[in-house]
C-alpha cells in the first residue's frame, strides 16, 4: 500500500534554553528548523520542518540598547487605534509574543507559515511538560 508524503515526514522534537541567549540569533535557529532546512531533503514547497519547544522565554536578551528603544505595534484598524509597546514592557507583559514574532517575521510569507507556526511551542518557565503553550497572533 502506497503511503502518503505527509506521514512519511519524520519530525523530531527540539527543545530550546531561552536563557541568556539573543533574540535574533535564536529566532533565526527555530525558523530553519520550523522550515525544515536543517534536514537532508529540504525542499522549499514542502513543509517537512520538525517541532520546536522554547522554555525560559522570559530570560531572553537583545544587545545594545534595544530592549529600550525596540518598540512593538499594533493596530485596531481605527483612525488613532496604534498601540505601541517597547520590548522591555512587552517582555514584562507576556515574553513568549517577543519570540513569537521574531520567529513569525523570519518565516516564508506563504501558505506554509500558517502550517509551521503551530509546531512552535513557547514556555515562560523551565518545564514544558505540562504547560507547554501555542501562541497565536493577534
Same mark, same amino acid.
Not at 109 to 135: F, Q, S
Given at each position: 500500500? %502506497?503511503?502518503? *508524503?505527509?506521514?512519511?515526514? !519524520?519530525?523530531?522534537?527540539?527543545? +530550546? !534554553?531561552?536563557?541568556? *541567549?539573543?533574540?535574533?540569533?535564536?529566532?533565526?535557529?527555530? %525558523?530553519?528548523?520550523?522550515? #525544515? @532546512?536543517?534536514? /537532508?531533503?529540504?525542499?522549499?514547497? $514542502?513543509?517537512?520542518?520538525? +517541532? /520546536? /519547544?522554547? $522554555? &525560559?522565554?522570559?530570560? $531572553?536578551? /537583545?544587545?545594545?540598547? @534595544?530592549?529600550?528603544?525596540?518598540?512593538?505595534?499594533?493596530?485596531? #484598524?481605527?483612525?488613532?487605534? $496604534?498601540?505601541?509597546?517597547?520590548? =522591555? !514592557?512587552?517582555? @514584562?507583559?507576556?515574553?513568549?509574543?517577543?519570540?513569537?514574532?521574531?520567529?513569525?517575521?523570519?518565516?516564508?510569507?506563504?501558505?506554509?507559515? #500558517?502550517?509551521?507556526?503551530?509546531?512552535?511551542?513557547? &514556555?515562560? #518557565? &523551565?518545564?514544558?511538560?505540562?504547560?507547554?503553550?501555542?501562541?497565536?497572533? =493577534?
Amino acid at each position: 500500500m %502506497a503511503q502518503n *508524503k505527509r506521514t512519511m515526514i !519524520d519530525r523530531k522534537y527540539h527543545l +530550546f !534554553d531561552a536563557k541568556g *541567549k539573543v533574540l535574533g540569533r535564536l529566532s533565526t535557529e527555530i %525558523a530553519c528548523i520550523l522550515m #525544515g @532546512k536543517n534536514k /537532508v531533503g529540504y525542499a522549499p514547497h $514542502i513543509d517537512g520542518g520538525d +517541532f /520546536v /519547544v522554547v $522554555i &525560559n522565554t522570559d530570560e $531572553i536578551t /537583545v544587545t545594545g540598547n @534595544k530592549a529600550s528603544k525596540k518598540m512593538y505595534h499594533r493596530f485596531s #484598524g481605527y483612525p488613532g487605534g $496604534i498601540t505601541s509597546i517597547n520590548f =522591555e !514592557d512587552q517582555l @514584562k507583559k507576556d515574553s513568549r509574543k517577543v519570540l513569537w514574532q521574531s520567529v513569525y517575521n523570519m518565516l516564508p510569507k506563504n501558505a506554509l507559515r #500558517g502550517k509551521m507556526l503551530p509546531r512552535l511551542r513557547l &514556555n515562560k #518557565g &523551565n518545564t514544558h511538560e505540562e504547560t507547554i503553550i501555542h501562541v497565536t497572533h =493577534e
